[in-house]
């Protein structure tokens, strides 16, 4: 048996279509997604709240305290989506509401879920500053940093790296230099999906993709892969 998780993806609402979902991480966009988020949390979807660098125009001006009490209120909630996209506008401002959100999630021990597009570079060095007060563990979806450095980054950030079905599809030689360097224990599959009705295919391909790479049998892996969620989950 295959067990489906899903690492990421922006699913805030739930019907019952799923039943083969093993467990999802459900990331916010915009902070009106917080409140349904909040909602869905359980343990088998396990929900980030955060402000998304593309989506950082419709913030509220007291934005950080509202995050702040509402992770307060909900213990096993974690903080995400949030990170840097050189291809978005600001990079300025979007460095200033990164850098907040990973105070935040030090001082209430949660991990923290990365977009990054092109700043893996400045990233690293805002987490090289935060030194001993960095959060506790950093999931970065759709990992599409540098092969080299990912044992480091693991050693050093208590580190998963999360791929989707994009990236299998491209194919390209970084990606699966990525994905064979990723350990075994470290590895997520994702669908970045907002509805369910794509969300096992994206899944499905993903795995047999990484199967592929790995040279590891499809069930093997999906059962490794539900142990990594659940160690980043269940704490
Ligand atoms: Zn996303």
Redesign the pocket.
Known sequence: MIKYTDS???IITLSAHTPMIFGRIC?A?YESDWEKLTQIASDKNFVCLGL?PWFLDGRSNDWDKKLYTTLMHNPKIAVG?IGLDKHHPDMQTQQDVFITQLRIAYELSRPVHI?CVGAWERITGIFKRFGKTMPRMVIA??FNGDAEKISQMIEKYNMYFSYSGKQIARGDRKTIERIQMTPLDRILVES?TDTESNEISELDTTLRGIGDIKNIPVTDLSEQIYQNFQRITQK
């Open positions: 990421h993806c922006h990331n966009k998304h989506e977009h979806h759709s970045d």
